[in-house]
């Protein structure tokens, strides 16, 4: 025999809500449950004024110079493969094409990746600590900071003269695309990838 307060349910629906009718059960501490809201106040999310955080920025601006440099540097690949093959056999021809390819795309994507890396992490950075606020009219800081740190880290094993070359052509290339999307007038870092 079954009790009279337990009832029967068909197949996979589960067992039915509880009653709640019970005067000794306050509806408030079960609500969020039941999806009743005790609060009469709305729920907003968060909400970063100044775009998309860090850890976003740089696993999207890393997927996409991965790509990239992986495309272009296949593209390297398939050149060298074609005019350094040491035989006309096609065979061998396929096979130096694929070592080439997979030798130099792999190459260019992890560079093109680890560059946009520490870009998408100095550039974070710099906007953590608001750097724009203490460079004065030299706007936007961020970016001509982030890409002369990207260029002295990339290169800082092969010295301090390399470190700063490569620095200085990171802040080159900051600033050329600033000067031509200024001239263009289009708004500085409108595109959301690296410098761009």
Same mark, same amino acid.
């Given at each position: ?41 709305? =729920?907003?999310? #968060?909400? *970063?004024?100044?775009?998309?955080? &860090?850890?976003?920025?740089?696993? /999207?601006?890393? $997927? ?62 710099? =906007?953590?600590? #608001?750097? *724009?606020?203490?460079?004065?009219? &030299?706007?936007?800081?961020?970016? /001509?900071?982030? $890409? ?49």
């Amino acid at each position: 025999m079954q009790s009279p307060d337990r009832r029967e349910f068909e197949g996979d629906a589960g067992a039915p809500l509880p009653d709640f009718s019970a005067p000794n059960i306050d509806i408030r501490t079960v609500a969020p449950a039941l999806g009743v809201s005790v609060n009469k106040q709305p =729920d907003y999310l #968060d909400y *970063d004024q100044k775009g998309r955080g &860090i850890v976003v920025t740089m696993f /999207a601006n890393s $997927g996409v110079a991965y790509l990239l440099g992986s495309c272009f540097g296949g593209l390297y690949g398939l050149r060298e493969g074609i005019a350094k093959s040491p035989s006309s056999r096609v065979r061998v021809q396929v096979n130096s094409i694929l070592n080439h390819c997979g030798r130099h795309g792999s190459r260019w994507g992890n560079a093109l990746g680890v560059v946009a890396i520490l870009y998408s992490l100095y550039e974070g950075g710099a =906007d953590h600590f #608001d750097l *724009d606020s203490y460079t004065g009219p &030299i706007q936007p800081a961020a970016p /001509a900071f982030a $890409g002369f740190m990207t260029g002295a880290t990339f290169y800082s094993g092969a010295g301090p003269r390399a470190a700063l070359l490569a620095g200085s052509i990171g802040l080159g290339t900051v600033g050329v695309t600033y000067a031509g999307y200024t001239a263009l007038g289009i708004p500085y870092g409108s595109r959301g990838f690296l410098f761009f």
